[in-house]
């Protein structure tokens, strides 16, 4: 892999990964506006969706023809349920248990779930198997994940 590719692959994956508790903190505060969170993730689906589909339709990506699509295992269909449990369990959990928790412990589950993914190879993910160094590296980020909970949980609200 090219350096080059290397930098647009880190840089795409930690904006990913800096939006993830922006949104959850913007759709939990529209749930608590609205005093819906089920609404609240509605409305954020919605969004998401419109901007999905304005994506593939500025790109010229919608030419999936349904001999393509009949291929795809309904698993894979069903990816999209993934993302409204987690839009809808954020949504709610947010403001009640705080984003900070609340995204922490998606990312240990996060951590958990890819590093299994990737061992096993799951999914069509490539296979990368957890060796002695990269389990080492697991223990320290979900003990870096627990710190950090440890942490908030003893932090005193600023006035």
Known sequence: ????????YIALSTTGGILIPIMAALSGALGRTL????????????GATALVVAFTLATGSMNVSWEALKQARPLQLLAGVG????????TWVGPRF??????MFVLGGQIISSALIDHFGLFGAPH???DALRATGLVIMAVGIAIAQIAASNARPSA
């Open 1 to 8: 892999m090219s350096a080059p590719t290397l930098a647009f």
């Open 35 to 46: 005093d819906n969170p089920w609404t609240a993730a509605a409305i954020v689906s919605v």
């Open 83 to 90: 993302f409204a449990f987690y839009l809808l369990s954020i």
């Open 98 to 103: 705080g984003i900070g928790n609340a995204v």
């Open 128 to 130: 990368k198997p957890i």
